[in-house]
């Protein structure tokens, strides 16, 4: 079986993903989890420490600039689902428009980033990595500002792991998440919203995460799988 980019597609869109088992191993499996693990978009919340971090660091983000090297560098740890197969089907995707990436960059050095498959209003982030300190908190804080600026209903997160859960991330039954990705296919987003700026200042960005805190909604920042 070929990992086509149109097979991935249909696999997202019927629930499923496809993992492999090591970096060296060909073989290919789907997973259809029983219980699948979410972020709520409008629950967001940035805490201090983070806020404090963004606003003195002001790192420069950038989006598929550099897919391939957030891919490798989500690849780059000991255990690793993606084999060679799997990361040159995402890139396909990606040259498609169907994939994208996020970057966090201190000066020219990637620090942080994020990559994920968009599908309706849901986006499936696939993983995440942090070379400095808070590097994936800092791709996700970005992520979730452009996804909620783009209309997205649904943010997936694969596999609730005790990590995840401290975060704030939420798992929902297979039936539960099945119908709410019906929902997010049949409504429309855009990962690069009309009149959304190149490049975000970092105090916009931190209060829209502050700000729906004081609505009482949940807390989260995450890193994927």
Not at 23 to 51: C, M, Q, T, Y
Not at 105 to 129: K, N, P
């Amino acid at each position: 079986m070929i990992l086509s980019p149109d097979l991935l597609l249909r696999a997202y869109a019927a629930g499923v993903f496809p993992m492999a088992e090591s970096r060296e191993n060909p073989d290919i499996h789907w997973v259809d989890p029983k219980h699948r693990a979410i972020f709520p978009l409008d629950g967001f919340h940035v805490s201090r420490s983070l806020a404090r971090h963004i606003r003195r660091l002001a790192p420069k983000v950038t989006i598929d600039h550099d897919f391939a090297g957030v891919v490798n560098a989500c690849a780059d740890r000991e255990e690793t689902w993606i084999n060679a197969e799997i990361f040159a089907a995402y890139a396909e995707l990606h040259a498609q428009g169907h994939a994208h990436s996020l970057e966090v960059w201190d000066q020219d050095r990637l620090i942080g980033g994020v990559y994920g498959v968009v599908l309706g209003a849901a986006f499936f982030g696939e993983s995440m990595f942090s070379r400095q300190m808070n590097g994936s908190k800092m791709a996700l804080t970005y992520l979730m500002h452009r996804l909620r600026a783009g209309g997205f209903t649904l943010f997936d997160v694969q596999f609730l792991t005790p990590h995840l859960a401290s975060l704030g991330a939420q798992e929902l039954p297979r039936a539960e998440y099945r119908r709410r990705l019906a929902l997010a296919l049949q409504a429309t987003a855009s990962f690069n919203p009309m009149g959304y700026p190149p490049e975000p200042l970092p105090e916009v960005v931190v209060s829209a995460g502050a700000g729906s805190a004081e609505t009482g909604t949940s807390q989260c920042s995450t890193q994927t799988s």
